[in-house]
């Protein structure tokens, strides 16, 4: 069985590095964009497994990129999930609303960061079945 694809669409290179890290560590096939514009763009061309957001960006942000992401047929059902440092009480929601199948904080907590990957992935692919 090959990895699972994870598209990391990050503009912070120290946060990429270290989500990149921890998912090749875990067994993912790890691809990057920039920027949500890009982010766009690598999904299209890739169809990844998985799409983890940053969801504040240059060019096009999070929330804009997972609407994108989510009202074009080919892309519709990839996982997306938030990986921003937005906290505040309705961020969550914001996301969601926006088309995100979940939701990680950062700062990660890197002791579980890859088993939740796995169950957010799982649960996200779970709900997605026709």
């Known amino acids: 069985m090959s990895k699972p694809r994870v598209l990391i669409v990050e503009d912070n290179v120290d946060n990429f590095e270290l989500v990149r890290f921890l998912l090749e560590r875990a067994g993912y096939q790890v691809l990057s964009a920039a920027n949500g514009l890009e982010g766009v763009d690598e999904a299209k061309r890739e169809l990844p497994d998985l799409i983890l957001m940053d969801l504040s960006m240059p060019e096009m942000d999070g929330w804009m990129a997972t609407t994108q992401l989510k009202s ?54 779970a709900n997605l079945q026709p």
Do not use: M, W
């Open 72 to 125: 074009d047929d080919e892309t519709r059902r990839i996982p997306v999930l938030a990986l921003t440092a937005h906290t505040l009480p309705g961020d969550r929601k914001r996301a969601i609303d926006a088309g995100c199948d979940g939701y990680i904080s950062k700062p990660i907590k890197v002791a579980s960061f890859d088993k939740l990957v796995a169950t957010l992935l799982r649960q996200a692919r």
